[in-house]
Structures are given as C-alpha cells and as structure tokens.
C-alpha cells in the first residue's frame, strides 16, 4: 500500500488519482501507523509552508516523516517542507535535505507556472528523462541547490528541480500534471 500523507495541503486528490493509474492502491491518511508500515510514502502540497509546518507538528507527522525507513516521496511543497527552512513564513522545516527555501526575486514572471525543462540530471528517479523533458511548475518559492540535488531548472536563478538522500526523494515540479514524463519519474519511484 502507498501512504499519500494528508496534511490539510491541496493537491492530494491528484496525486491519488496518478498512483491509481499506474495501477498502485494508496491512501490518504495522517494517521502514524498507516504511514509507518506502507511500502512506500508520498509527500505531496500546494499550499502555505507555515500552516502546512504547524500542521506536521501538530499531528507528529514531522518526526515521523524523518524516521521513515521506505522510500518517501516529497512533491511540490512537500519537496520545500523536506528541507532546512523556508522564508515563507520565516518557516523550520524537516531538516531532511541540506537546502533553504527562498523566495524568487520580484518578478513580472512570479510566480513559476507552466512548463520548463530540466538540466543536470541524475539518479534513479529520474532514469530515463532527458534535458529535452518539459515538466509543470507552479511556485514562488524555491529550494536551493546542494549536495542533493539532482536536478536542477533554471528560472530567473538556478535551483533544485529534484532531490534526493537516501531514501528520500523529492521534486519541486508536480508529477501528477506533467503528463508522460511525470508518470514515468512516479513510475520509477514506485517500481524502486
């Protein structure tokens, strides 16, 4: 079974309905033992880092999020959330990946929303996608590059497209709405 963690972040549903397709069962769930004994755990949200922070907190989820020993699959701000801290909200975060969360520059062109390709990649997550690869946006925020990265998308600065240390993955695009390419990099994911 596939954990998809349910904390009051949107966008769930369609993650939902994109593990379904493939053919995977899953369910929506904060609860800590559904989450701690599924095979494996995605992290999907758009929303807010603050309330989405107070929420993890609230319910324990944040130090079980760091304790899972399964592959575990952030997305979007579940991506932001796995970092150190983030300036939305003058936000601490998981701590998982060695990376801040900032703010793009004021912009004409912020927030990032559509579709833009990928460069430096690497990884088992991403095998099989290519710098030719578009894949959707929708941000304002970004996470910084690092010893993690292992993608990166360059819109107005360089930053973290995806991630990954140890069993934690993670992108900063939404897998769900980027169309073949998406379900290829969620279908790696969960063949691991």
């Not at 927030?111 to 088992?124: A, I, Q, S, Y």
């Amino acid at each position: 079974m596939i954990a998809i963690i349910k904390y009051n972040a949107g966008n769930i549903r369609s993650v939902e309905n994109a593990v379904k397709r493939l053919g995977y069962d899953c369910i929506i769930t904060d609860n800590a033992d559904q989450i701690r004994t599924s095979e494996k755990v995605i992290f999907p949200g758009v929303g807010e880092a603050s309330s989405a922070m107070n929420y993890l907190k609230k319910n324990n989820l944040d130090t079980l999020i760091k304790s899972l020993n399964q592959p575990v699959l952030g997305i979007c701000l579940g991506q932001q959330l796995m970092c150190k801290y983030s300036d939305e909200g003058n936000t601490g975060c998981l701590g998982i990946f060695d990376a801040s969360v900032k703010k793009f520059p004021p912009n004409e062109l912020v927030p990032h929303m559509g579709w833009n390709n990928l460069e430096n990649v690497k990884g088992e997550l991403l095998k099989g996608i290519s710098i030719n690869d578009n894949v959707y946006f929708v941000h304002s925020y970004y996470s910084e590059t690092c010893t993690n990265t292992i993608a990166v998308c360059d819109y107005i600065v360089p930053f973290s497209a995806a991630m990954q240390k140890d069993n934690f993955y993670a992108t900063q695009f939404h897998l769900e709405k980027s169309a073949a390419v998406g379900e290829k990099i969620l279908k790696n994911f969960l063949e691991q």
